[in-house]
């Protein structure tokens, strides 16, 4: 990576301070950062922070005399390989989804003909606002990487997603944008692999469905993390509210049904992780019309149960494990269990036919959560892993399968 720079554009927000780790972080992955201060990001790191981890000149102002006769702020925009908007607050993500220009910052992404990625960081509720989804949604269009921000407690005392992704996290998106002709050197260069993430919503009637509260975090880390390292990646993934990984060939499906066809569509392929958590079951025939409470029917009277008739739904890792033809190299499942985790993980194993298990109890914060402990489970033996967050999780998985794929003993 020598020889690449980032513009890196820091916003006014108190992750700004982590901006200062990504500069580090890149510089010692041999990429430089030219950097410019929006006047709100100064209140939360100086110029002479920032100039000094980037050993370059901080920009701050469109009207500088100065910096407009040495560079100017269309070749500013325009020098680097790529901009990164760390932190990208609410204010900077309406305003470059609306095409605004009012000062450096905004007109530096107006003027860029280079990729554009953003680091969001903001008020749980500010990023959840229809007004911010909606800005998010037009700069994904206009071909901006988005990331998904990181959930957890912020400084304003809530909990939730909006936390600032974590500087390693933010270099390892650089760093897979920054390759020429978005080719990724690594490892797993010229593998395909097909991840399954979130859950299935399985239809009960035009209003109500059947499913679980898998937030597809882990699914779409493993992406990302597989990709990073090479990897060719589809991601089939149930409904969920992240933004998938940069690179990343999407299929958004809702049913089990569907999201086996998908990945069958994606067949033939090297490497298959199946850590959707998929619906066992669905309504036989679901209803045409929104089913009404007996009582509503009546008029009066004490509420009566509705009864459902449930057919399983298709075991996809079973079924892609037990494939003649074409079945992958390797196969990973999951296994969520709340009680004898270990044993119930192995049954699993021997039951679908998988090469691998990743196991973890579920029984407290994991689904939906930000972290995990997870047991790898395969036929020579069982690894625990420490608690961490689900991103590291990932990145020890595409390790694993990526030595795997390099043995030549395997």
């Known amino acids: ?51 000094a981890l980037s050993q370059d000149k901080v920009y701050t102002d469109l009207f500088s005399l100065t910096d407009e006769a040495e560079m100017g702020h269309i070749e500013l925009s325009r020098s680097a390989d790529l901009v990164v908007v760390c932190p990208a607050t609410a204010d900077l993500i309406a305003k470059a989804a609306a095409g605004l220009a009012n000062d450096l910052a905004t007109t530096a992404l107006l003027a860029t003909d280079k990729p554009v990625l953003m680091a969001p960081s903001m008020n749980v509720r500010m990023w959840a606002h229809p007004a911010t989804q909606r800005n998010v949604a037009q700069l994904i269009a206009d071909g901006v990487r988005v990331m998904s921000p990181d959930e957890g407690p912020m400084a304003c005392g809530e909990f939730g997603p909006g936390r600032l992704p974590e500087p390693e996290r933010i270099v390892a998106e650089v760093m897979a944008m920054l390759n020429d002709d978005g080719v990724v050197l690594g490892p797993l260069r010229g593998f395909r692999a097909v991840v399954t993430a979130g859950p299935t919503r399985e ?6 469905y059947l499913s679980n509260h898998s937030s597809g975090r882990q699914g779409y880390e493993i992406a990302a993390a597989l990709h990073r390292l090479g990897a060719d990646v589809r991601l089939v993934t149930g409904p969920t509210a992240l933004t998938p990984p940069a690179g990343v060939t ?27 958590a998929v619906a066992d079951w669905r309504p036989a025939e679901p209803a045409a019309t929104k089913l009404k409470l007996k009582s509503e029917k009546r008029g009066a009277g004490k509420a009566a149960g509705v009864a459902l008739d449930l057919v399983e739904n298709p075991d996809i890792l079973k079924l892609i494990s037990a494939r003649k033809k074409d079945r992958p190299r390797l196969i990973v499942g999951f296994a969520a269990e709340t009680d004898d985790v270990e044993a119930n993980a192995a049954a699993k194993l021997a039951r679908k036919g998988c090469d691998w298990i990743i196991a973890n109890d579920v029984s407290g914060d994991v689904m939906g959560g930000m972290d995990n402990e997870v047991l790898l489970v395969r036929a020579e033996g069982v690894e625990r892993w420490p608690r961490m967050s689900k991103s590291d999780v990932a990145t020890r998985i595409a390790e694993r399968i990526a030595e795997a794929f390099n043995d030549p003993e395997g």
Not at 6 to 35: F, P, T
Not at 203 to 208: E, K, M
Not at 253 to 264: D, F, G, N, R
Request: with cysteine; hydrophobic share 50%.
């Open 203 to 208: 239809p009960i009637d035009p209003v109500r």
């Open 1 to 51: 990576m020598t020889g690449k720079r980032v513009l890196l554009i820091i916003g006014g927000g108190i992750a700004a301070y982590k901006s200062l780790e990504v500069i580090r972080l890149l510089a010692k992955r041999g990429v430089a950062s030219r950097c410019v201060l929006t006047r709100a990001g100064a209140e939360f790191v100086t110029p002479l922070s920032v100039a």
């Open 250 to 276: 999407v299929r958004a499906v809702e049913t089990a049904e569907q999201m086996l066809s998908a990945v069958e569509a994606d067949m033939p392929a090297d490497i298959f992780v199946s850590v959707a």
